[in-house]
Nanobody, 114 residues
Framework: QVQLVESGGGLVQPGGSLRLSCAAS????????MGWYRQAPGKQRELVAT???????NYADSVKGRFTISRDNAKNTVYLQMNSLKPEDTAVYYC????????WGQGTQVTVSS
């Protein structure tokens, strides 16, 4: 049974930082591409960042220079370090694992507000 469990969301002021974590089980983690997506109220889910099994990264233009995705294969965990957060970053953030099939976590809420 595949499980992706996100953590680290919360309420933060504009300009602040958060680090999201996603712990995976039930998959051979090191062989999967991992990603973070987000969905704001009334909007479609969008890609935030991805990291391949070999460590290549890709970012949405809106987060380049502010967010960093990384992975620890020994811990079966992918991270999203979010700096200089803006109110428009407010969304539910979802972890994704993809190889042949795609798996999703349950999401963690990030709210950026003063």
């Amino acid at each position: 049974q595949v499980q992706l469990v996100e953590s680290g969301g919360g309420l933060v002021q504009p300009g602040g930082s958060l680090r999201l974590s996603c712990a995976a089980s039930g998959i051979l983690f090191s062989t999967y591409s991992m990603g973070w997506y987000r969905q704001a109220p009334g909007k479609q889910r969008e890609l935030v960042a991805t990291i391949t099994n070999s460590g290549n990264t890709n970012y949405a233009d809106s987060v380049k220079g502010r967010f960093t995705i990384s992975r620890d294969n020994a811990k079966n965990t992918v991270y999203l370090q979010m700096n200089s957060l803006k109110p428009e970053d407010t969304a539910v953030y979802y972890c994704n694992a993809h190889r042949i099939f795609a798996y999703w976590g349950q999401g963690t809420q990030v709210t950026v507000s003063s």
